[in-house]
């Protein structure tokens, strides 16, 4: 699908769509203050996807709030296509979509045409323009049978395909989404998934996902943003915290008769009819040495190279057991 950008001003096209730097949020509770963002530093360039990941409390959504406008900064900078969210909500929503998988955006007791009617109308777009953004839209997350229905009778699917279509009907430079895929069944995730990597790859459209998901991270996003605690612990892309952190990797190995196998630098961690997991270390022995091995002393029928888990590495971070 193609898109016509949100009726707000663009920015002139040069530097980082997005700039955070130093930007810091305190509470005050009756325990005294307490830092959800401890003064985070990262910039996002235009069209990319970026995964932003932590457990519970680490700080995620205060950020994304930060940058959609909704919380004011205790300190630092936040700078959102040139503008500045919290001074100019206005202006910066006309050129943002918004999801949060447990709030919605929709009108409830109204059937689903009539909430894209509305926003149609709140984002001043022209009817013709609104007519073949919606039809795609219609067309690609699979709303046709949905239209005449209040917002009250859909199911989590249908609602969550229904209110990324909300937030993309103006066409957004940029697209915030908070835990979009929360309690989707596999389906449905797989088919909001395919729409965001459309939207992203064809349009354009930068995009900043937040998610406990970390298959939504692996699939889709080229960088990956982790914060605990308040402040950012890692930068990069998933494949380098794969190769950074995950320390061990596993060679599958179908052999043609059912027999023992040993080699050194590695050991056998599963064991199913002729087929034999083998997990080694990724300093101290390569795969091509490990196969090599292999080869010269089994009959083999065929290998498969298993990397590490993201799930896993990202579990071991919290936890403290990868060093960052």
């Known amino acids: ?96 979509g918004v999801v949060f998988g447990q709030r919605t955006q929709l009108w409830w007791d109204l059937p689903l045409e009539q909430s894209f009617e509305l926003v149609r109308h709140l984002y001043r777009t022209g009817a013709a323009e609104h007519r073949r953004r919606l039809g795609q839209l219609v067309e690609v997350l699979q709303l046709g049978p949905l239209l005449s229905r209040p917002v009250r009778s859909l199911s989590l699917g249908q609602r969550m395909r229904s209110e990324l279509a909300a937030a993309v009907l103006p066409g957004p430079k940029v697209l915030f989404l908070d835990e979009p895929t929360i309690g989707l069944d596999v389906e449905a995730k797989a088919a909001v998934r395919g729409f965001l990597k459309d939207l992203n790859q064809t349009d354009g459209t930068t995009v900043i996902l937040t998610t406990h998901d970390l298959d939504d991270i692996a699939e889709l996003c080229e960088r990956l943003l982790i914060i605990d605690k308040g402040l950012v612990i890692y930068d990069g892309t998933v494949e380098e915290l794969r190769h950074r952190y995950g320390t061990t990797r596993v060679l599958v190995v179908d ?35 490990l196969i090599a091995r292999v080869m010269a002393a089994h009959d083999v029928v065929d290998l498969t190279l298993e990397e590490p888990d993201i799930e896993d590495i990202v579990r071991r971070i919290y936890r403290g057991e990868a060093a960052l």
């Open 255 to 289: 052999l043609r008769k059912d027999v023992e196998l040993s080699v050194e630098g590695a050991r056998v961690v599963r064991i199913d009819g002729h087929r034999r997991w083998l997990e080694f270390a990724r300093d101290q022995v390569s795969a091509a040495e």
């Open 1 to 96: 699908m193609s898109a016509a950008r949100a009726t707000g001003a663009p920015s002139s096209g040069t530097g980082p769509v997005i700039q955070v730097a130093r930007l810091r949020k305190d509470f005050r509770t009756r325990q005294g203050r307490v830092t959800a963002v401890g003064g985070v530093d990262f910039e996002v360039a235009e069209g990319a996807f970026v995964g932003y990941a932590g457990p519970n409390g680490a700080g995620k959504s205060t950020t994304i709030k930060m940058m959609t406008g909704l919380l004011v900064p205790s300190s630092g900078k936040v700078l959102v296509d040139g503008l500045v969210p919290s001074r100019e909500r206005r202006r910066l929503a006309r050129r943002i």
